[in-house]
């Protein structure tokens, strides 16, 4: 038998390191919101015969009024694996702490997470900038917390795209998952830079400064030749293509849509002034109207509309093609990276 229960504050070193050995990285410095000394966010834990199997954590936020859950840490000890750890842990999650949101998300590369409602589809597309060898000063500064958490913080309300965050744990927020905060500043212009050093690449940015300017403040302190920019949002930028060197795109954002009909009503935007469709989704009918560019949805299905499925709707939603999804050339969404990379509290 599989028992799952929520970790106390007191349990989440062992979790961290539970955890640790499965991923093989410091996954309380990889994620001090989680685990750190002011941790948020509620961890799960899966016993068999008193035994730690596996486990993750979550964590909610706000994002245009949407009550949205992150889910991450998950992860499974290779002896219990095959043995409906994780199963057990999403179906606790379903009866448990899903009625409370209204839609859910995690990163995963592979298709795992499909059977348990997800649609493998949040592209994240990533912009190159390339310059010569520099050796000039510049403006950056790499922060610890508490340095200049106020700046922070007021930059990203003027300037962010992503979901609502708690200024007590901005910095534990922006440190996620291995990245450094700098402050960037040239010719009167500021900005905060959430970057992966390792990976040469800025995450977030926020601020009054150019994302090329940014990026060529980054290579020179790193003294790269190539600094990546992750996009902020689900959307291709003409300007930054036309500006950038490269671009690429990954999906491994994973999405289930728990309150479709409250998620579109937020996001959604009409790519045409009227239309109608219908979709399935936690097992009930939905049908969208658009009329005069803006979106209606109802409950039930009217006869004669082509109905789609979930993932056929998170795909028109938030991916990038409309190859194969008529539906997609319905409506769509934009989403921000953030939801994912760093999130909010």
Known sequence: MIEIRELAPGQLAEAADFAAQQFGCDIS??????????????????????????????????????????????????????????????????????????????????????????????????????????????GVERLDRGCRDNDLFTLYQQYGKGPSRSPALFFETAATNGHAVYWLEEHGRAAYAACREDHHRITELCGTMPVEDACRLMAACWGATKVFYQAPLNVLDPVLCSQCDSYALSTRGNIRLLRPERVLVALAVPRVPEGAAAFLAEGQGFHIQVRKCKVHVRRGIPAGLPVYTHHELVHALFGLTTVENPMAALLHAELPSAIFLLDGI
Do not use: N
């Not at 694996?81 to 995963?108: H, I, K, N, T």
């Open 29 to 138: 410095a990889a994620q001090p919101k989680l685990y750190g000394p002011r941790a948020a966010g509620s961890t799960y834990g899966a016993f068999i015969q008193g035994k730690m199997a596996g486990m993750l954590s979550v964590y909610g936020m706000t994002y245009r009024s949407l009550r949205w859950l992150s889910v991450g840490s998950v992860c499974c000890a290779p002896l219990y694996r095959g043995r409906g750890v994780m199963r057990a842990l999403f179906s606790f999650l379903e009866r448990e702490v899903y009625p409370q949101y209204d839609a859910v998300s995690l990163l995963g590369q592979r298709r795992l997470y499909e059977r348990f409602g997800f649609a493998k589809v949040y592209p994240f597309l990533e912009y190159a900038f390339c310059f010569p060898a520099q050796q000039t000063e510049c």
